[in-house]
């Protein structure tokens, strides 16, 4: 099978179908958020951070319904699902604020 890449164009024409298809791929994010009013931590993972924290903030989500508004304070980005499933499932049985004090992630509450 010939390539369509001419060596000419790698640079520019083959970069930018590279580049394309690269952000075309599903970006998973596992997150945390806080909640000041009720002092609480919630963590999770989506392929859509805008929509997700919109649907914490707007009470579509039974468990941080009470909690608004929730702040986004810690995002870690994964190529697939399963992956940051992982992720997902190691923070909420470490505890999410033991989490964040092992990754030195200092936050003030």
Not at 52 to 79: A, C, D, M
């Amino acid at each position: 099978m010939e390539s369509s890449c001419h060596p000419d164009k790698i640079l520019s024409v083959c970069r930018r179908d590279f580049l394309f298809i690269l952000n075309a791929l599903p970006m998973y994010t596992v997150y945390i958020l806080h909640s000041k009013s009720k002092s609480k931590f919630y963590a999770g993972q989506t392929n859509d951070i805008e929509d997700r924290l919109h649907r914490h903030n707007s009470g579509q989500n039974k468990s941080t319904k009470y909690g608004t508004p929730w702040v986004l304070i810690h995002t870690i980005e994964f190529g697939s699902r399963p992956e940051a499933v992982v992720l997902e499932t190691k923070i909420k049985k470490r505890g999410i604020r033991r989490y964040l004090e092992d990754i030195n992630f200092n936050f003030e509450v």
